[in-house]
C-alpha cells in the first residue's frame, strides 16, 4: 500500500509564494509519476490538474492557468515532490492533493484524475486579497 502526505500550506496574501510538499511512502525502489490537483471550495467540480511530472522530472505538464507561475519538481528521496507557487492569486484558493501513479509507463507525464491510483488527504491553500 502506497501512503501519501503533503505538506506546505497556508495563508498567504496575493502575489506571494509557497511551497507544497508530496512523500509517497510503500515503493522504496521505483520512482513513479506524480501530480497535483487542487479542488476549489464550494464549487462541487471534481479535482482539475495543476501540474503533473514523470518519473525523473524529465517531463512535466501545467494548466494553462498556473504556467509560469508554478513550478512542480521532484526531490532526491524516492516518490518525493514539490510544488513551487509564486504571484499566488485569489483563484489559486483551493485543497491541493498530491497523487501518485503506479505504472510501468514511468517515463510518461499523466495529466488526467482518473490515471492516478494513490492520493493523499491534502493540503489548503488560501490566497487572500
Known amino acids: 500500500q502506497v501512503h501519501v502526505i503533503e505538506s506546505g500550506g497556508g495563508l498567504v496574501q496575493v502575489g506571494g509564494s509557497l511551497r507544497l510538499s508530496c512523500a509517497a511512502s510503500g515503493r522504496p525502489y521505483t520512482d513513479y509519476p506524480m501530480g497535483w490537483f487542487r479542488q476549489a471550495p464550494g464549487t462541487g467540480e471534481e479535482r482539475e490538474l495543476v501540474?503533473?511530472?514523470?518519473?525523473?522530472?524529465?517531463?512535466?505538464s501545467y494548466a494553462d492557468s498556473v504556467k509560469g507561475r508554478f513550478t512542480i519538481s521532484r526531490g532526491g528521496a524516492k516518490n518525493t515532490v514539490y510544488l513551487q507557487m509564486n504571484e499566488l492569486k485569489p483563484e489559486d484558493t483551493a485543497v491541493y492533493y498530491c497523487?501518485?501513479?503506479?505504472?510501468?509507463?514511468?517515463?510518461?507525464?499523466?495529466?488526467?484524475?482518473?490515471?492516478?491510483?494513490?492520493w493523499g488527504q491534502g493540503t489548503q491553500v488560501t490566497v487572500s486579497s
Open positions: 501540474a503533473a511530472v514523470n518519473w525523473n522530472g524529465g517531463d512535466t
Open positions: 497523487g501518485v501513479k503506479e505504472s510501468p509507463y514511468y517515463t510518461y507525464v499523466w495529466t488526467r484524475l482518473r490515471d492516478y491510483d494513490y
